[in-house]
């Protein structure tokens, strides 16, 4: 490949976007395409904040990576003088032996990354905002905090511009076909020709030919927000992100950000399939609002427990919830990162790293193995 590759980024969803800031800083002539707006709210990369952790229960082989992001946020932020990353600590609550309390002790320990265990009472004193039944724990981890994701989204494609890269928003990529050594990508009623394709479509992946035998299935995420009583106290200076285990109930738990409202995202309720990603409905139905209710009356005693906003996304997931991430089954010169499953905001900067390295030299600096798309293809 000559020293600057024409890339096309299709899609500049947070994946796109710091693909993108990745390969123009390394000297790509990148063009990035997304059908929408930049930290647009139709796909998964909004909703006001993000989980970022490193003690991390998918898997210690994650730690490394979430180590460099973390890294790599705060260089995105130097780089765009934003703020994007604020480190409140993050909370893993439930029983003891709830397996997801039991995994993010596990890898605590075997990564000898600082945490504090607490129990039931010791969490009363400290964060009153959360009830817990006497045999449940808390898993305190201090590297934990809040992104947020449309500023993040935004900063990552100023400083791909910055970097030289070609930003088309509002272009839907209609087209991509393989030529000798490259691809043709058509939208907006023009022709691209590229040395190489990066896809970073989100849950929209199976609509690119390319990916279209992809196992990414596109599910609708709800969040629900509810006014605190108390705002000070849930305000990330003294509420923690957290992850909440419980036998009723279970959910993500960010503090107020919006100076009025702390956001749940319930996992006990289910994440439906859409068969189009565009179908995506813009509320949740009366059920699900009440059922989210409760969970909040029982497990967070602070808060008025009927939302006051509703926020609906959708996010791409595989089989097995882990990404794809590398080289497109069965074509030359095209990279895909798709199927985050829920998890891939605070991985972006990597995984864009990651990429960058992939299209420019073939290989990567970490053991990526495990999101290779050919173990579905
Ligand atoms: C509600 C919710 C909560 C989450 N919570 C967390 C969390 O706390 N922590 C965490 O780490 N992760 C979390 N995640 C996961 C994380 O947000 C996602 O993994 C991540 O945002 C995926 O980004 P993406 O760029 O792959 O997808 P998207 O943001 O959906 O971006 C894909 C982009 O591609 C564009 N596109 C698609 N097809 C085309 C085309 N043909 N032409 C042009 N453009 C195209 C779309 O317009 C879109 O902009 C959460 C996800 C959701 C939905």
């Not at 003891?96 to 000898?112: L, T």
């Not at 009440?290 to 006051?308: D, F, K």
């Not at 998890?343 to 900067?349: D, E, M, N, R, T």
Request: hydrophobic share 45%.
């Amino acid at each position: 490949m000559s020293p600057s590759p024409r890339v096309a980024v299709v899609g500049t969803g947070v994946i796109g976007a710091m693909t993108a800031w990745h390969l123009a800083r390394r000297g790509a002539e990148v063009l990035a395409l997304d059908t929408y707006s930049p930290g647009h709210d139709r796909g998964a990369s909004a909703g006001e904040s993000r989980i970022f952790r490193t003690v991390y229960k998918e898997g210690a082989e994650y730690v490394p990576l979430l180590q460099r992001s973390g890294q790599l946020w705060r260089e995105l932020e130097a780089a765009t003088g934003s703020a994007l990353l604020t480190l409140c600590g993050g909370l893993t609550i439930g029983p003891a032996d709830d397996p997801d309390v039991a995994a993010v002790r596990a890898c605590a320990e075997e990564c000898g990354l600082d945490h504090e265990v607490l129990d039931a009472a010791e969490v009363g004193v400290r964060f009153p905002q959360h009830r817990l039944d006497t045999d449940e724990i808390a898993v305190l981890d201090p590297a934990a905090g809040v992104l947020r994701p449309e500023p993040a989204v935004q900063a990552a494609l100023r400083a791909a511009e910055a970097a030289g890269a070609r930003l088309l928003p509002y272009h839907p990529v209609d087209d991509v076909t393989e030529t000798a050594g490259g691809w043709r990508i058509r939208s907006a009623e023009r022709v691209y020709d590229v040395d190489h394709v990066v896809f970073a479509p989100g849950p929209w992946a199976r609509r690119l030919a390319p990916l279209r035998e992809s196992p990414v299935e596109a599910r609708l995420i709800t969040a629900c927000w509810f006014a605190a009583r108390d705002v000070a106290a849930h305000r990330p200076n003294r509420l923690p992100i957290a992850i909440r285990r419980h036998r009723e109930a279970g959910f993500s738990c960010f503090p107020a950000l919006d100076g009025a409202a702390i956001k749940i995202v319930p996992h006990h309720l289910g994440w439906p399939v859409l068969d189009d990603p565009d179908h995506l409905p813009r509320t949740a139905d009366v059920e699900f609002v009440r059922r989210a209710s409760a969970a909040a009356e029982r497990l967070l005693p602070g808060v008025v427990p009927h939302p006051v906003r509703i926020g609906t996304y959708v996010e791409g997931f595989t089989p097995d919830d882990h990404a794809l991430l590398g080289p497109v089954p069965g074509c030359a010169n095209a990279t895909v990162l798709t199927g985050f499953s829920g998890h891939g905001f605070k991985l972006a900067p990597v995984f864009g790293e990651l990429a960058a390295e992939l299209v420019l030299t073939g290989t990567t600096s970490h053991d990526i193995d495990r999101l290779d798309p050919a173990r579905f293809a």
